[in-house]
């Protein structure tokens, strides 16, 4: 079977609507997880460069 033999799919709606599942209670939402992954980037950043204090003592 080759490529032309298939039938072709045009793009549309399935009928589905995709929805953000709610947050199980307890557990943080995205925009605090975007927020910890960000600190935490800029923590790793911080900790790769040195703590000029140290170096002095």
């Known amino acids: 079977m080759t490529a032309s033999d298939l039938p072709r799919?045009?793009?549309g709606s399935s009928?589905?609507?995709r929805t953000t599942p709610e947050p199980t209670p307890?557990?943080?939402?995205r925009a605090l997880r975007m927020r910890?992954?960000?600190g935490?980037?800029?923590f790793m950043r911080r900790a790769e460069v040195?703590?000029?204090r140290e170096a002095k003592m």
């Open 9 to 11: 799919r045009t793009p």
């Open 15 to 17: 009928g589905r609507s």
């Open 26 to 29: 307890g557990a943080p939402s």
């Open 36 to 38: 910890a992954a960000a």
């Open 40 to 42: 935490w980037a800029r």
């Open 50 to 52: 040195g703590n000029p």
